[in-house]
């Protein structure tokens, strides 16, 4: 799981979940994976496991949810509301102005001066206009629209991996969803930057536990983000983008049996480490693209340290006989040291241009 806060500004409303420091922590601890001949293989990735932060950027402003306006001749309802707009719409335009983010959204609003604007929307992909009349605040005097928006969002996560033959990356195994509406996020642009894990909040029976970590927003990028999908986020990685491990064959799903198998995660400084999970049941019938196959974490040393699988895990790739056969995407809230993974092909399938 990625972990991203709730936050939300009228005006501005940046997803910052972490304080951007320099400082990372060093973590000595060496990972060795088998090296395996990429000979006469199908298909074969480099698995990572480092965590990573997260920035997104939409192609406008998320409409996520409305207020009430008081004017001087009282409490008037949402002209959003009233104008047709509902969670989850991107507002792309405004009295013939495009809008790409919230301040651009805000000033477009100021300079209506409170009369009747088209306003142009996408809503699960399809572009509509509707007729909004912006109505002047009793404290102020400026003109409202009566939405919260915001057109950003950044958070840690695990890198999965990366394709040497298509320079490609793909991380989390799961999408990026706004947390007041619960639709994925949709995404303009995006990076993925080096990050270092501080601290962890284990996990116990109904309380999720988490990674605490440290990213630079202007640090040098890993690799630019261009989906993000019920599978995880994926991209390109930047010309700067040191690969961790060589590369290995995927596993197929009819290659996964139930026993022990491996997991690359980060749990202190910037370095991965490899810990022992058991598969435990895969499933017969796929409930999501994320839930695949469940895992149980039996290393002691995770373990002690996590009390499981965190916030923050979400893409930790999984090795079974020397295959990469998918990514923790979910913890059991009720058992953290149980919770499910995704099939690699269809993170694999996401980065398919």
Not at 68 to 81: F, K, N, Q, V, W
Not at 251 to 273: E, F, Y
């Amino acid at each position: 799981m990625v972990r991203f806060k709730k936050s939300i500004a009228i005006t501005l409303a940046l997803f910052f979940v972490f304080s951007f420091s320099e400082s990372i922590i060093p973590f000595d601890t060496e990972l060795s994976l088998p090296v395996l001949s990429t000979a006469n293989q199908e298909k074969c990735l480099v698995p990572d496991g480092r965590s990573i932060g997260v920035t997104l950027s939409t192609n406008g402003a998320l409409v996520v949810d409305f207020m009430d306006i008081e004017s001087s001749s009282g409490e008037l309802p949402s002209p959003a509301r009233v104008a047709g707009l509902k969670a989850g719409d991107l507002i792309q335009g405004f009295d013939g102005k495009k809008i790409s983010n919230v301040e651009e959204l805000v000033s477009a609003i100021s300079a209506s001066a409170g009369k009747s604007s088209s306003l142009t929307l996408s809503r699960n992909g399809k572009k509509s206009e509707v007729l909004i009349k912006p109505e002047l605040a009793k404290n102020d005097g400026s003109p409202k629209i009566g939405a919260w928006v915001k057109d950003a969002a950044s958070g840690i996560g695990t890198l999965t991996f990366y394709d040497p033959d298509t320079k490609a990356f793909a991380a989390l195994g799961h999408g990026i969803c706004d947390a007041e509406t619960g639709k994925l996020l949709p995404v303009e642009s995006g990076s993925i930057l080096s990050a270092g894990i501080v601290s962890v909040n284990k996990g116990e029976k109904g309380v999720p536990g988490e990674l605490n970590g440290i990213f630079k927003s202007d640090s040098n990028s890993l690799g630019e983000i261009s989906k993000n999908s019920e599978s995880g986020i994926s991209g390109t990685v930047s010309e700067s983008f040191e690969p961790s491990n060589s590369p290995i064959p995927i596993g197929h799903r009819g290659d996964i049996k139930i026993g022990s198998a491996s997991v690359l995660t980060t749990v202190n400084g910037s370095l991965p480490q490899k810990f022992d999970i058991e598969i435990i049941k895969i499933m017969p019938k796929v409930i999501s693209q994320q839930k695949g196959f469940v895992i149980q974490i039996t290393d002691e040393k995770l373990l002690e340290k996590t009390g499981g699988i965190v916030q923050g895990m979400s893409g930790s790739p999984i090795i079974q006989n020397g295959k990469l056969i998918g990514a923790v995407t979910h913890v059991f809230v009720n058992d953290p040291t149980r919770g499910y993974g995704i099939f690699i092909e269809d993170m694999l399938s996401i980065t398919a241009r």
